[in-house]
């Protein structure tokens, strides 16, 4: 049956662009070509993305399951064995198509052949997705037709795949926004900022308690460590801390040299913004050993969130007085030798007992301010409660 190649391309063109995502486009297209007349038994979309934590994604679908669960590959993909020499190796590093008859293998063919055939594929044909820059995604078509697909099919197939190409680029390039805005910004910063929220000067006002969180003796470490050991002990340090600030309803807004500046947005509960703040200190705080030591200064308060910045470099960031008192009570921990200090309007809203540590004069400050901490030694040096 000779399939038109042409109404798969027009749809493509049509309506590709409305499929909201990469899973989306695969399985439409799967079942267009299907229903076309493709003897297909088996189509996978795969493309190469910039991601802090992946490196490639791909999705599946073949025709007695349907649909796939994304195949996300973590970074080191191309050290892997079972990667090396595979049909995408060869496709990724060729940047040319590469078809194999499944029916003749012998055993210099790479094992991904020879599990597709043991399933009764008979024929595959990657062709490479060629975008604008280095990277690049596959379309990968495989049949179990007894004679394999014929020279329409290969011919048909590689038209659909140069229509394909830019529709699947879109989805990386949306992919790459995302990942870089939420590994940069943080995933609901992020969010903002994709949603338009660009413009400097752009700020709301919210409620919220902040976490500043500091690393002890850094300068001492970049002194007597060796560099690569005084970046594994900051990234364990942030590791931690976004750790327990995520899993605790809260956002890392910037990493400030051996710093952290945290919020958990009140949304109306400033109470309950307090109680997942408490909780994250305490998660995190429970990570501290002799080689790794920190502080926390908690407040609770009216904050500016938006962007702010030059004409042509923008900062989306938390701005006033309570962010700098939170970051003053935070640097009265090395002084008070307490790995968490709070300011009396945190600990009124805490349901849980504190310590007064005592008044001190903090700079821009006209007066004192009662500075306290928990009544908890798990998580307090010398003088514990």
Not at 284 to 313: C, I, K, M, P, W
Not at 358 to 383: A, Y
Request: aromatic share 6%; proline share 4%.
């Amino acid at each position: 049956m000779h399939w038109n190649a042409r109404d798969i391309t027009d749809w493509l063109l049509t309506d590709g662009p409305n499929m909201p995502h990469l899973e989306a486009l695969t399985y439409a297209l799967a079942d267009r070509l299907r229903d076309g007349g493709v003897p297909l038994w088996r189509l996978r979309l795969a493309m190469r993305t910039i991601h802090p934590l992946v490196t490639a994604v791909s999705t599946i679908w073949e025709r007695e399951t349907g649909p796939q669960d994304v195949l996300v590959s973590r970074h080191g993909l191309e050290q892997l064995s079972v990667f090396r020499g595979s049909p995408m190796s060869v496709i990724s590093e060729t940047r040319a198509p590469l078809r194999r008859n499944l029916s003749d293998l012998t055993g210099e063919d790479h094992k991904a052949f020879h599990d597709l055939r043991e399933r009764g594929a008979t024929d595959y044909l990657g062709i490479p997705l060629l975008y604008g820059d280095h990277m690049g995604g596959i379309m990968i078509a495989v049949t179990d037709a007894s004679d394999g697909f014929c020279e329409h099919d290969i011919e048909g197939l590689s038209t659909i795949a140069m229509t394909l190409a830019p529709l699947v680029e879109v989805r990386r390039l949306a992919v790459l926004s995302k990942a870089v805005a939420s590994a940069y910004l943080g995933p609901t910063t992020g969010q903002r900022v994709l949603g338009g929220e660009i413009t400097r000067g752009h700020v709301d006002q919210i409620d919220a308690a902040i976490m500043i969180s500091d690393l002890r003796g850094w300068t001492r470490l970049n002194t007597e460590r060796p560099v690569h050991e005084v970046v594994a002990i900051a990234n364990q340090y942030f590791d931690i801390l976004d750790s327990a600030v995520k899993s605790n309803g809260g956002e890392i807004l910037k990493f400030m040299g051996d710093g952290v500046l945290a919020i958990f947005p009140a949304e109306g509960d400033q109470a309950g913004a307090v109680a997942n703040a408490k909780a994250a200190a305490t998660s995190a705080l429970t990570n501290q050993s002799d080689a790794l030591q920190f502080g926390v200064g908690l407040h609770v308060g009216q904050v500016l969130y938006g962007n702010v910045g030059s004409e042509t470099r923008l900062d989306f960031t938390v701005l006033g007085a309570a962010v700098n008192l939170a970051a003053r009570i935070e640097a009265l921990c090395a002084q008070t030798e307490c790995s968490v200090l709070m300011s009396n309007e945190f600990a009124d809203l805490l349901d849980a007992p504190v310590q007064s540590v005592g008044r001190f004069t903090l700079k821009g400050l006209p007066e004192d301010v009662s500075v306290f901490t928990f009544c908890k030694p798990s998580i307090t040096r010398e003088p514990s409660c």
